[in-house]
């Protein structure tokens, strides 16, 4: 097996494994909706071409632990995911938070797992306490997931373990704004800590 194709199998392996902790959207019952502001009042976001009309807020998400997995492939440098999952009250996952990193490399990639039913074309917005938001893309949509991702520069990496609350807000598809507080008091501890558990994925011949 070629050099090449080991590192493909390896990139793929993390995202299977993900997949394995579905995500559903929660009928709206789940969120508290506040009145549509009239058109008069819309504004552009960021200079998107789509005007928001107004904001929701998501509630009855609980978070979990900040949590760090790596997984080894032979032939492959390891790599780990620093992440965190908040769930509805039913215990449906709500949101996942990825920050995957390959040992060796020095970029780094921030995924997140987001419920279907949303206006792709805003992306999702991350603001760390009060400092200049960034804008994460769509990348796919399965039939229960939504997947933004995008590269994580070190001073992006250097917020969340000094920040206090990552907020990520994203659009709905009737143009509302639905934001979720993440915590990050345990970030920089896990994600500058050893794992708790490696994975060893085999290849096969």
Same mark, same amino acid.
């Given at each position: 097996m070629s050099e090449q194709f080991r590192r493909l199998r390896a990139s793929m392996a993390l995202p299977l494994v993900a997949l394995l902790f579905p995500l559903v959207w929660e009928a709206s019952s789940a969120y508290g909706q506040q009145p549509a502001q009239s058109s008069s009042e819309a504004t552009k976001a960021d200079?998107?071409?789509?005007?928001l009309r107004g904001r929701r807020d998501a509630?009855? &998400?609980r978070y979990g632990d900040w949590q760090k997995f790596c997984?080894?492939?032979?032939?492959?440098n390891k790599v780990c995911r620093t992440t965190i999952s908040g769930t509805f009250e039913t215990g449906q996952t709500a949101v996942r938070a990825d920050l995957i990193e390959r040992e060796g490399d020095h970029a780094a990639r921030l995924q997140l797992f987001l419920p279907v039913g949303l206006y792709l074309q805003s992306?999702?917005?991350v603001s760390i306490d009060q400092a200049e938001p960034h804008r994460i893309p769509y990348v796919w949509c399965l039939t229960n997931t939504c997947i933004a991702a995008d590269?994580? #520069?070190p001073g992006l990496i250097k917020e969340l373990e000094n920040g206090k609350t990552l907020v990520l807000e994203v659009? #709905?598809?009737s143009l509302?704004? &639905?934001?979720t507080s993440l915590p990050l008091s345990q970030f920089a501890?896990?994600?500058?800590? #050893?794992p708790a558990k490696v994975f060893e994925q085999a290849v096969d011949e």
């Open positions: 200079g998107q071409e789509f005007a509630r009855n &998400i997984f080894k492939t032979p032939g492959v992306g999702v917005k590269l994580a #520069d659009a #709905d598809s509302l704004t &639905i934001s501890a896990v994600h500058q800590g #050893d």
